[in-house]
């Protein structure tokens, strides 16, 4: 910055600051006060210097009639520098009754005041902490007072036009069957699937989260999410086009790991049929476990001896020898018993090719599904599950689609886009 610029400001400063010049952060703060004062200035002169939408006498109108220029009209807008009012350029068709303000489209302006900075700030506080701590947080860091309520609907008009746009995608390859080009190559790329609830104002639902992970070439391990509250089928098509663009057509390997449920198994053989398919080691482990506890009681010596001896023949991929073992063990019992073995052998039984952990370790490949667990939590559960939240449905699937807009490395590319003239 120019150093007479620079003089000047420094000597409009010095008498705010001078009975604080031993307390460098209150000298920060009261420095920061002023410029902000005069920047919000020197905004409002820098943008009503522009023409701010006006494109001469008139326009054509959608009706098919002619909008006539009828004057600047000012509007308030709330920046991260403070309020400033802006004259843009206003037409009216005299036909249809339409009015027009080009600039704020243009400009990325919304229906609210908040200036588009202003906004982006808001939600990217809001894609972690509540709207009301969001709230706070603004007024504590930019001393701009924004309440909870405009967040909430700032957040929740941003995250519904990057639904929008994932709907939109998803259409246009249905229509037009042009796949996505891979952001990456990697050489072994990991697909899991995997739900959790999040409490509505109807009861608890659940929304589907998918984890894509790989090691760039770098040997840093890379992450993309999906997430929304759809159906098995529509979730599985974007899954899917997340995957091409993390390069499942360009890798040498993929593998998808899921917990067995019937959904995640059908959308492993409409999607990702050539991927191998590795029942979640964690998981199984859960079910072997839960059939102990029934037949031996809770902590019980007797119920770690069971359980052992039956993991450690799933480990090594003896899935064989465990189903027979399981044939007998339920000749044993009777009751509930019985059917918990049953049911445990059954499960082992439709998923025994995707319970070769032998096999699976000594190809290198990862068998437990952390990373979507602890994707269910993180992306998830951080902010849609905090305590006493209850959520309509667009505010969920916004609040979680603006979230993964942020965690896939996607934030600039959405705001390019001018969500809030959308």
């Not at 600039?103 to 939600?123: F, R, T, W």
């Not at 699937?193 to 760039?216: F, M, N, R």
């Not at 032998?358 to 998830?380: L, M, N, P, T, W």
Request: aromatic share 10%; with cysteine; glycine share 10%.
């Amino acid at each position: 910055m120019n150093v007479e610029i620079l003089a000047q400001l420094e000597a409009l400063v010095e008498q705010e600051v001078e009975d604080v010049a031993t307390d460098l952060g209150e000298m920060e703060i009261r420095t920061l006060k002023l410029v902000l004062s005069l920047g919000s200035g020197l905004l409002q002169r820098l943008v009503n210097r522009q023409p701010n939408g006006y494109k001469g006498s008139s326009l054509p109108c959608e009706c098919g009639g002619s909008m006539k220029f009828v004057q600047h009209r000012v509007r308030a807008i709330h920046t991260l520098l403070g309020w400033i009012e802006i004259k843009r350029a206003y037409y009216h068709c005299p036909d249809c009754g339409a009015g027009l303000c080009p600039y704020d489209q243009s400009s990325g302006l919304g229906s609210q005041q908040l200036s588009p900075a202003l906004a982006k700030a808001c939600c990217l506080l809001a894609v972690d902490d509540s709207f009301e701590q969001v709230s706070r947080k603004l007024e504590e860091l930019f001393g701009q007072r924004v309440c909870d309520d405009a967040v909430q609907q700032l957040v929740h008009q941003v995250g519904a036009v990057a639904l929008e746009q994932q709907d939109q995608e998803l259409q246009r390859f249905l229509a037009d069957k042009q796949i996505p080009a891979a952001e990456a190559h990697p050489k072994r790329l990991y697909i899991s699937p995997d739900g959790t609830g999040v409490h509505e104002s109807d009861g608890w639902h659940e929304a589907k989260l998918g984890c894509i992970w790989w090691q760039d070439e770098g040997f840093e391990l890379q992450k993309r999410y999906v997430g929304r509250f759809d159906d098995s089928q529509t979730f599985g098509w974007h899954l899917w086009l997340e995957a091409c663009r993390c390069g499942l057509r360009e890798a040498d390997e993929v593998i998808y790991l899921g917990d067995g449920a019937g959904w995640i198994r059908s959308e492993h053989r409409g999607h990702f049929g050539r991927a191998t398919f590795i029942i979640d080691w964690y998981h199984a482990s859960e079910h072997v476990w839960d059939c102990g506890k029934v037949l031996f009681g809770e902590g019980t010596e007797a119920t770690h001896r069971w359980v052992s001896k039956r993991l450690a023949l799933l480990w090594e991929g003896w899935t064989r020898k465990l189903l027979d073992d399981l044939t007998e063990q339920s000749k044993r019992h009777r009751g509930r018993k019985r059917e918990h073995i049953d049911s445990l052998y059954h499960y082992i039984s439709v998923n025994e090719q995707r319970m070769r952990y032998d096999v699976f370790r000594a190809a290198g490949y990862q068998i437990g599904s952390g990373a979507v667990e602890a994707g269910c939590k993180h992306v998830v559960g951080k902010r849609l599950k905090q305590s006493g939240m209850i959520w309509s449905r667009a505010g969920s699937s916004a609040t979680l689609a603006l979230r993964i807009s942020w965690l896939n490395k996607r934030w600039e590319q959405l705001w390019s886009q001018k969500p809030l003239a959308a």
